[in-house]
């Protein structure tokens, strides 16, 4: 299979708001260089899909606000694969709009889905298993999702219910999924941890652009008639008019809820790359590195006294001093000033507005 039929679909219109002071409506987390390594989370997501699927393959959905933000951190791939949305909607309109649109352009796509502003520390792994799943999808009428190994019992994320007993003839790496669990509280947690058989559902979607569409038709039947009315305008300069005219009129419903949940054959490849979702300051601090006292620190001009767990991010040189603090976020972002308890920064989203 040439990798020419292998597209990347990123879906870029968060907007963080749990990050903030850093993450603003004017340029969410994943336009940012969050971890302080000279890429955005954008360019990193782009970054590690590189010699699975060309430039010119690479799609990006994101709200029509941040399209200039797009096409400024990701020049090399075509402006007409940015897909501008007119308003907020969830990721079944998402998924259904870029999926007839690549239809339209190539028939024979085989498409990975995945959002923006998640990290991955072992991405030699990662693009094996891509690799793997894109094999195993090109070849059936399968959809494929990722699920990330559990290394603790984590509330913040669903989860996949995967059936071990047989493994699909075709990969061993892929199982059938029983189901999809919603974000457990902390005893279903623990409990899903015990068995060996739960995973993170990382949002990440391997599937033949047949397959998808397919399913929309069942399963998202309102959705999917909206964009396969429009096909003959996709790709056409009267395209972005039409979009702006009834994307408004798409459910706003996330594709798990509008397909995955009741599609049939449905595997998942249980992986471990080094996943996390970056959600939250404190996913922030630890995926980065810690010193002795659990102090993450990101930002040159940081200095900690007395200081344990917590998450420092000062990235645009203002010289900081932190005494006598244990488990604090601590951030700062063009004059705006965060100081807030690890422990409550479910609140953070509040306290921005």
């Known amino acids: 299979?040439?990798?020419?039929n292998n597209h990347l679909v990123i879906m870029a219109g968060g907007v963080g708001s749990?990050?903030?002071p850093m993450s603003t409506e004017e340029r969410p987390k994943q336009f940012i260089d969050v971890l302080g390594v000279g890429r955005t989370l954008l360019q990193m997501t782009?970054?590690?899909f590189k010699g699975i699927c060309p430039a010119e393959n690479v799609w990006v959905v994101t709200n029509k606000r941040y399209a200039s933000l797009v096409k400024e951190q990701l020049p090399d791939i075509p402006e007409s694969n940015i897909l501008q949305e007119p308003c907020r909607r969830n990721t079944a309109p998402c998924i259904a709009y870029v999926s007839w649109r690549i239809k339209v352009q190539d028939p024979m796509a085989n498409i990975v889905v995945t959002p923006s502003d998640h990290v991955v520390t072992d991405v030699v792994e990662f693009q094996r298993v891509v690799g793997q799943c894109?094999?195993?999808?090109?070849?059936?009428?399968?959809?494929v999702t990722l699920g990330m190994k559990p290394n603790r019992p984590e509330t913040g994320y669903g989860y996949i219910q995967a059936d071990l007993s047989t493994n699909s003839l075709r990969n061993k790496e892929l199982f059938r999924v029983d189901q999809f669990r919603e974000k457990p509280d902390l005893a279903t947690a623990k409990q899903?941890?015990?068995e060996n058989n739960y995973f993170w559902n990382a949002g990440i979607f391997i599937w033949r652009v047949e397959t998808i569409v397919n399913a929309l038709r069942m399963y998202a039947p309102r959705i999917n008639r909206i964009f396969e009315r429009l096909q003959d305008k996709l790709g056409t300069p009267e395209e972005q008019q039409i979009i702006d005219d009834i994307y408004g009129d798409c459910d706003n419903i996330s594709i798990d809820y509008a397909v995955m949940e009741k599609a049939e054959e449905i595997f998942v490849c249980p992986a471990d790359f080094g996943w996390s979702d970056l959600g939250t300051w404190g996913a922030l601090r630890l995926q980065s590195e810690r010193d002795v006292y659990g102090n993450a620190l990101i930002g040159e001009n940081i200095k900690m006294f007395d200081s344990h767990n917590c998450m420092v991010h000062v990235t645009q040189g203002v010289k900081t001093v932190v005494q006598g603090l244990d488990g604090y976020i601590v951030a700062e972002h063009d004059g705006?000033?965060?100081i807030c308890?690890?422990?409550e920064e479910q609140r953070i989203k509040q306290f921005s507005e």
């Open 18 to 20: 749990r990050f903030w």
């Open 192 to 194: 899903y941890i015990q």
């Open 336 to 338: 705006k000033l965060l």
């Open 341 to 343: 308890k690890l422990s």
């Open 46 to 48: 782009r970054d590690r």
């Open 134 to 143: 894109l094999k195993f999808t090109q070849e059936t009428d399968a959809i």
């Open 1 to 4: 299979m040439a990798e020419t």
